[in-house]
């Protein structure tokens, strides 16, 4: 069983930047895939990024690549989002999910779910 927390939402001006954090809990979480969706007022949710337990590998939604990171400190159980160049449309509750999977953007492939941080990008 894991446990999963995320962090670091805010509000922020267009061009600017944030960087998302998810703390998991659990002796087995190194080995699990981890991925950020987020969630718009009225729209379904969509994967962003995703990075691998077992190889570190990454995928980034079309619509983030160049501009969001993912990383992962094993040592501190740890998922970074760093988010930069934020635009209005990227506006959404983030959540962050750890899944035994490849890494992948699909929500169903995801087994434990933080309750999510909210990312308002406005002036």
């Known amino acids: 069983q894991l446990q999963v927390v995320e962090s670091g939402g805010g509000l922020v001006q267009p061009g600017g930047s944030l960087r998302l954090s998810c703390a998991v809990s659990?002796?087995?979480?190194?080995?699990?895939?981890i991925g950020w969706f987020r969630q718009a007022p009225g729209k379904e949710r969509e994967g962003v990024s995703s990075?691998?337990?077992?190889?570190?590998?990454?995928y980034h939604a079309d619509s983030v690549k160049g501009r969001f990171t993912i990383s992962r400190d094993n040592a501190k159980n740890t998922v970074y989002l760093q988010m930069n160049d934020l635009k209005p449309e990227d506006t959404a509750i983030y959540y962050c999910?750890?899944?035994?999977?490849?890494?992948?953007?699909?929500?169903?492939?995801?087994?434990?779910w933080g309750q999510g941080t909210q990312v308002t990008v406005s002036s």
């Open positions: 659990g002796s087995t979480w190194r080995y699990y895939t």
């Open positions: 990075i691998s337990g077992s190889d570190g590998s990454t």
């Open positions: 999910a750890a899944g035994s999977t490849i890494a992948t953007l699909r929500p169903g492939r995801y087994d434990y």
